[in-house]
Protein backbone atom coordinates (compact mmCIF):
# COMPACT_ATOMS: atom_id res chain seq x y z
CA UNK A 1 0.00 0.00 0.00
CA UNK A 2 1.51 3.55 -0.99
CA UNK A 3 -0.22 6.54 0.19
CA UNK A 4 0.55 9.43 -1.85
CA UNK A 5 -0.19 13.43 -0.21
CA UNK A 6 -0.66 16.28 -1.17
CA UNK A 7 -1.84 19.85 -1.11
CA UNK A 8 0.76 21.58 1.56
CA UNK A 9 2.21 25.29 1.53
CA UNK A 10 2.74 28.54 2.74
CA UNK A 11 -0.33 30.87 3.93
CA UNK A 12 -1.11 33.61 6.18
CA UNK A 13 -2.95 33.10 9.33
CA UNK A 14 -6.60 32.90 9.05
CA UNK A 15 -6.25 31.59 5.27
CA UNK A 16 -7.36 27.57 4.27
CA UNK A 17 -5.41 24.61 2.99
CA UNK A 18 -6.54 21.28 1.73
CA UNK A 19 -4.29 18.51 1.85
CA UNK A 20 -5.27 15.21 -0.31
CA UNK A 21 -4.01 11.94 0.08
CA UNK A 22 -4.95 8.81 -2.10
CA UNK A 23 -4.15 5.04 -1.17
CA UNK A 24 -3.09 2.51 -3.78
CA UNK A 25 -4.27 -0.95 -3.73
CA UNK A 26 -7.51 -2.66 -4.27
CA UNK A 27 -9.11 -2.53 -0.76
CA UNK A 28 -7.38 0.53 0.36
CA UNK A 29 -11.45 2.52 0.13
CA UNK A 30 -11.78 -0.08 3.25
CA UNK A 31 -9.16 1.28 5.41
CA UNK A 32 -9.10 3.53 8.23
CA UNK A 33 -7.43 6.65 7.13
CA UNK A 34 -6.30 10.11 9.08
CA UNK A 35 -3.71 12.82 9.21
CA UNK A 36 -0.98 13.22 12.06
CA UNK A 37 1.54 16.43 12.34
CA UNK A 38 5.03 17.04 13.51
CA UNK A 39 6.22 20.12 14.13
CA UNK A 40 9.80 21.13 14.52
CA UNK A 41 11.93 19.64 17.35
CA UNK A 42 8.05 17.88 18.38
CA UNK A 43 6.76 14.69 18.36
CA UNK A 44 4.08 13.07 15.61
CA UNK A 45 0.77 13.80 16.72
CA UNK A 46 -2.88 12.43 16.23
CA UNK A 47 -4.93 15.44 13.88
CA UNK A 48 -8.20 13.67 12.42
CA UNK A 49 -9.35 10.18 11.36
CA UNK A 50 -11.60 9.02 9.36
CA UNK A 51 -13.63 5.44 8.77
CA UNK A 52 -13.86 3.50 5.71
CA UNK A 53 -17.50 4.01 4.85
CA UNK A 54 -16.31 7.10 5.75
CA UNK A 55 -19.45 8.07 8.23
CA UNK A 56 -16.96 8.45 11.52
CA UNK A 57 -14.96 10.91 12.28
CA UNK A 58 -12.70 12.08 15.39
CA UNK A 59 -10.64 15.18 15.88
CA UNK A 60 -7.87 16.45 17.77
CA UNK A 61 -9.11 19.08 20.40
CA UNK A 62 -6.63 21.35 18.68
CA UNK A 63 -8.17 21.22 15.08
CA UNK A 64 -12.04 20.54 15.97
CA UNK A 65 -14.62 23.42 14.53
CA UNK A 66 -11.58 24.28 12.11
CA UNK A 67 -10.49 21.05 10.37
CA UNK A 68 -12.75 18.89 8.72
CA UNK A 69 -11.65 15.44 7.31
CA UNK A 70 -13.57 13.24 4.72
CA UNK A 71 -13.03 10.72 1.73
CA UNK A 72 -13.82 9.37 -1.62
CA UNK A 73 -13.42 6.18 -1.73
CA UNK A 74 -9.44 5.87 -1.11
CA UNK A 75 -8.71 9.87 -1.41
CA UNK A 76 -9.35 11.57 2.19
CA UNK A 77 -9.11 15.18 2.06
CA UNK A 78 -8.36 17.32 5.46
CA UNK A 79 -9.98 21.11 4.54
CA UNK A 80 -8.17 23.45 7.12
CA UNK A 81 -9.70 26.76 7.93
CA UNK A 82 -8.83 29.62 9.95
CA UNK A 83 -5.55 28.46 10.09
CA UNK A 84 -2.99 29.79 12.57
CA UNK A 85 0.56 29.86 12.92
CA UNK A 86 0.47 26.62 15.23
CA UNK A 87 -0.71 24.82 12.77
CA UNK A 88 2.80 24.64 11.27
CA UNK A 89 4.08 21.24 11.11
CA UNK A 90 4.88 18.58 8.84
CA UNK A 91 1.47 16.38 7.98
CA UNK A 92 1.65 12.67 7.63
CA UNK A 93 -1.21 10.34 5.91
CA UNK A 94 -1.64 7.64 7.08
CA UNK A 95 -4.03 4.13 7.22
CA UNK A 96 -4.99 1.32 9.27
CA UNK A 97 -6.40 -1.92 7.56
CA UNK A 98 -8.17 -3.45 10.29
CA UNK A 99 -9.96 -1.59 12.31
CA UNK A 100 -12.26 1.49 12.03
CA UNK A 101 -9.77 4.21 13.61
CA UNK A 102 -6.27 5.14 13.53
CA UNK A 103 -5.72 7.61 16.44
CA UNK A 104 -2.17 6.91 17.53
CA UNK A 105 1.51 6.08 15.81
CA UNK A 106 1.11 2.64 17.14
CA UNK A 107 -2.01 2.29 14.94
CA UNK A 108 -0.68 3.19 11.81
CA UNK A 109 -0.16 0.58 9.40
CA UNK A 110 1.05 2.88 6.14
CA UNK A 111 2.75 5.92 5.94
CA UNK A 112 2.67 8.33 3.41
CA UNK A 113 5.35 11.37 2.74
CA UNK A 114 5.15 14.49 4.61
CA UNK A 115 3.47 17.41 3.20
CA UNK A 116 4.58 20.89 4.73
CA UNK A 117 2.40 23.33 6.13
CA UNK A 118 3.67 26.58 7.20
CA UNK A 119 1.18 29.60 8.46
CA UNK A 120 2.91 32.88 9.03
CA UNK A 121 1.56 35.45 11.49
Known amino acids: VQLQASGGGLVQAGASLRLSCTAS????????MGWFRQAPGKERRFVAD??????RTFYADSVKGRFTISRVKSTVYLQMNSLKPEDTAVYYC?????????????????WGQGTQVTVSS
Open 50 to 55: IDGSGT
Open 94 to 110: AARTHYDNIRTINAVDY
Open 25 to 32: GRTASRYA
